[in-house]
């Protein structure tokens, strides 16, 4: 059975996006978008409305999914469901990541991504 996690695409008004560094863990110093895994019968903009209240500070609104994707991680299967997001307060404020950025679509191949998340960041910066 899939882990499933939401990740968040969200966009500033200058059409750059939020892009995230992990700050502990295997995965440390890996780029993603923002999110987290859902809680049970929690669906996926209901997962990245909490994950980014608690990690990041801010409210957002997640309605429309973007890209699914399968990926094995560690010998798990995991269904990262990229949703956009929209802010809606607050400022990024940073809990459990070492750092963020706001990069135009061209820029995002220049960050060292998460395996998981590079389909989104094909699509987005159109490769």
């Not at 863990?25 to 990245?48: C, Q, R, V, Y």
């Not at 801010?58 to 995991?78: F, P, S």
């Amino acid at each position: 059975m899939a882990i499933d996690v939401a990740c968040a695409v969200i966009q500033n008004q200058l059409g750059e996006y939020l892009c995230v560094q992990r700050a502990n863990g295997k995965m440390m110093g890996k780029w993603e978008f923002p999110g987290g895994k859902l809680e049970p019968k929690e669906t996926a903009f209901e997962a990245s409305v909490r994950e980014l209240q608690e990690e990041l500070d801010i409210h957002v609104k997640a309605e429309e999914l973007l890209l699914e994707h399968t990926e094995l991680i560690r010998g798990e299967v995991y269904r990262l469901l990229f949703v956009k997001a929209e802010i809606l307060s607050g400022e990024v404020t940073l809990k459990e990541h070492q750092n963020a950025l706001w990069l135009e679509a061209s820029e995002l191949t220049q960050l060292d991504w998460l395996d998981g998340d590079w389909p989104m960041v094909h699509r987005l910066s159109g490769l």
